[in-house]
């Protein structure tokens, strides 16, 4: 959204797109990023609950013409994030158990572990975006969700992810074995419930910082660029995706786990060659016959 805020406020035009402006605004993102469908995937996904012709503005004849035309102009190499490591991870988490943690310490190795154990974006409620424009109470996990299962499972509800178009929500559940055997991530949620409540008890935002703040994007990646500086927000679900098949876990699970839709999942593939790999030796692993 950060784009199209940007683009408003440069042109002075109204905030809610029209079949006029969205055009404009495609022709506006094809010369500043490689891909301007992504970024109109995630404006669907503010618009589309609150704008019934939605479809009919994004799919015009001049939005399609314009995206064609994008396709066709000389490409770059995107930079990726590489996954965050287990060492990584492990190194947020010994400082968080450590007698001398600070709050914000057990909060951001929990945030850290709940993107690389349970495959997650960053955006899916774990952090409060940058710009103000794009928080949306709605999207913010509650407090009063959490339900803790004994040290072996904890859950809470997810009102809002990127491919829930519809504000449906699902449930977060998380056990030891999605994790390390180095930490028990159940451990660490419930040491940060405790650091929580008895900080905030009026509260139900779940994650909140010391200073009442929620967690924003800005402070999470600065913290995680202290231990890896090519890491960045999305390096949390690309390490989960990788550990797991590394351990055998086949794709369409990873697939489920991270709620990937359509083919998203093999362009994922695609773009982290050591997860393929991992996921090729699996198979060969379950299928020696297989070898040539």
Same mark, same amino acid.
């Given at each position: ?87 990584? !991870?492990?190194?947020?988490?010994? #400082? ?8 914000? /310490?057990? *909060? +951001?190795?929990?945030? %850290? ?74 451990? !660490?949620?419930?040491?940060?419930? #405790? ?8 509260? /139900?935002? *779940? +994650?909140?910082?010391? %200073? ?81």
């Amino acid at each position: 959204m950060k784009h199209w805020h940007a683009f408003v406020e440069i042109y002075r035009i109204d905030f809610v797109p029209t079949a006029y402006t969205l055009p404009r605004f495609a022709a506006f993102l094809a010369r500043r990023i490689k891909r301007p469908d992504k970024v109109l995937s995630a404006m669907a996904a503010y618009f589309k609950p609150t704008m019934p012709d939605w479809e009919a503005i994004r799919y015009t004849h001049a939005m399609k013409a314009v995206l064609t035309g994008s396709s066709k102009q000389p490409t770059t190499r995107t930079k990726r994030s590489p996954p965050l490591l287990v060492k990584h !991870l492990l190194s947020f988490v010994e #400082k968080a158990v450590h007698k001398d943690a600070s709050y914000d /310490d057990i *909060l +951001f190795a929990l945030i %850290n572990a709940l993107g690389f154990c349970g495959v997650m974006r960053l955006g899916d409620g774990l952090i409060e975006y940058d710009h103000p424009d794009d928080r949306d109470w709605r999207k913010v996990v509650k407090r009063s969700s959490v339900k803790i299962v004994g040290r072996n499972e904890f859950s809470y509800f997810l009102p809002y992810s990127k491919t829930d178009t519809v504000y449906e929500g699902c449930d977060i559940i998380l056990q030891t074995s999605n994790g390390p055997d180095e930490f028990n991530i159940i451990d !660490l949620f419930k040491l940060y419930i #405790k650091k929580r409540d008895a900080l905030f008890p009026k509260s /139900d935002r *779940l +994650f909140i910082r010391s %200073n009442g703040e929620p967690p924003f994007r800005k402070w999470v990646v600065d913290r995680i660029h202290l231990v890896a500086p090519d890491v960045t927000g999305h390096g949390l679900r690309a390490g989960g995706c990788t550990w797991l098949a590394e351990r055998g876990v086949p794709g369409d699970v990873i697939k489920r786990l991270g709620r990937w839709s359509g083919p998203d999942w093999e362009i994922y593939i695609r773009k982290h060659p050591g997860l393929m790999a991992a996921i090729a030796m699996w198979a060969l692993r379950r299928h020696p016959q297989q070898i040539p």
